[in-house]
């Protein structure tokens, strides 16, 4: 419905934005990766111990955006997807389009892009919509997106962000200077703003994440 009025003509910016970045590295790869390692064994929450290949963002490399909560999307070539878990045994759709060859080893979970259809995403096509009317009247660019709102809900609940309308982010817009790099202090620091967590970018497309939900 929307996809006549989403552009796909190549940004003319010289340097990649964050959205960029995760459409190029993201797609077709692995799920970002957390920035402490979880305690699958005892209450799930992470530990104090930085994951194997995200040190990056302890050594002060990469820049912290914002995670917002919402649903992930995609627009490629005039198109738009939204992402899908094939956790748990989910039989994933017929055009389900993996991020990762197999399912995690430890969290089962599969994520991937199916196409967003009306009516069932209704809401993700609204946000689009959206994002064109105040944002892109050019057209929505190729990237990544998330799409927040009052009817859309996460495992944080129903509109977790508060809004009254449904509305498009380009992922890794928001940043966060002020973050910290350290367990306690990320901890501390989400404890006392309104965000689900936060997403680190590197220069070089990798991108490491964490939740507030995440520490204990």
């Known amino acids: 419905m929307f996809a006549s009025r989403i552009s796909t003509t190549p940004s003319r910016s010289k340097k990649p934005t964050a959205a960029a970045y995760y459409l190029l590295y993201n797609c077709g790869m692995q799920k970002i990766p957390s920035l402490f390692v979880r305690n699958y064994a005892g209450d799930r929450k992470v530990l104090d111990q930085v994951v194997l290949g995200s040190e990056w963002v302890v050594h002060g490399e990469g820049v912290a955006t914002r995670k917002w909560d919402g649903i992930a999307v995609m627009v490629r070539a005039g198109n738009v997807f939204k992402r899908f878990d094939a956790k748990a045994g989910r039989t994933p759709p017929p055009n389900f389009e993996p991020l990762q060859p197999a399912p995690d080893a430890n969290t089962g979970h599969w994520p991937?892009?199916?196409?967003?259809?009306?009516?069932?995403?209704?809401?993700?096509?609204?946000?689009?919509?959206?994002?064109?009317?105040?944002?892109?009247?050019?057209?929505?660019?190729?990237?990544?997106?998330?799409?927040?709102?009052?009817?859309?809900?996460?495992?944080?609940g129903a509109n977790p962000e508060n809004l009254q309308d449904h509305i498009l982010v380009p992922h890794g817009e928001d940043t966060l200077v002020d973050c910290p790099r350290t367990y306690d202090g990320i901890r501390a620091y989400l404890a006392t703003r309104s965000i689900e967590g936060v997403v680190w970018h590197h220069p070089d497309g990798r991108r490491v994440k964490i939740k507030k939900a995440d520490f204990p």
Do not use: N, S
Not at 114 to 122: G, I
Not at 130 to 150: I, L, M, S
């Open 112 to 156: 991937g892009w199916v196409p967003a259809k009306l009516p069932d995403d209704r809401w993700i096509l609204e946000g689009i919509a959206w994002g064109v009317a105040h944002r892109y009247p050019q057209g929505v660019p190729d990237g990544t997106y998330e799409v927040c709102g009052p009817r859309i809900g996460t495992r944080h």
